[in-house]
């Protein structure tokens, strides 16, 4: 089972365009194997929809994790 990763704003630095993990089951297990540093929150998106830490993946699908922004007063 294979896995497309894609990240954007600060998370470009620690993850390759692009990049594949195997035999992953859920978006948490994913996002462990990735090892990145503490980005705080994130919003996760499989196949364009959001989603939550345990939901499941599937062969061919694309995980999309966006840094969380917030700020203002």
Same mark, same amino acid.
């Given at each position: 089972? !294979?896995? =497309?990763?894609?990240? +954007? /704003?600060?998370? @470009? @630095?620690?993850?390759?365009?692009? +990049?594949q993990?195997?035999? %992953? !089951?859920?978006? /948490?297990?994913?996002?462990? @194997? *990735? +090892?990145?540093?503490? %980005?705080? !929150?994130l919003?996760? *998106? %499989?196949? /364009?929809?959001? %989603?939550?830490?345990? =939901?499941?993946?599937?062969? /061919?699908d694309?995980?999309?994790?966006?840094?969380?922004?917030?700020?203002? !007063?």
């Amino acid at each position: 089972m !294979s896995i =497309t990763i894609k990240v +954007a /704003g600060n998370l @470009r @630095r620690h993850i390759p365009p692009d +990049a594949q993990l195997q035999e %992953v !089951s859920t978006v /948490g297990q994913a996002i462990e @194997r *990735l +090892a990145m540093p503490d %980005v705080g !929150s994130l919003l996760m *998106l %499989v196949n /364009g929809q959001m %989603v939550h830490w345990h =939901t499941e993946l599937q062969d /061919g699908d694309t995980l999309e994790l966006i840094p969380a922004i917030c700020g203002g !007063s």
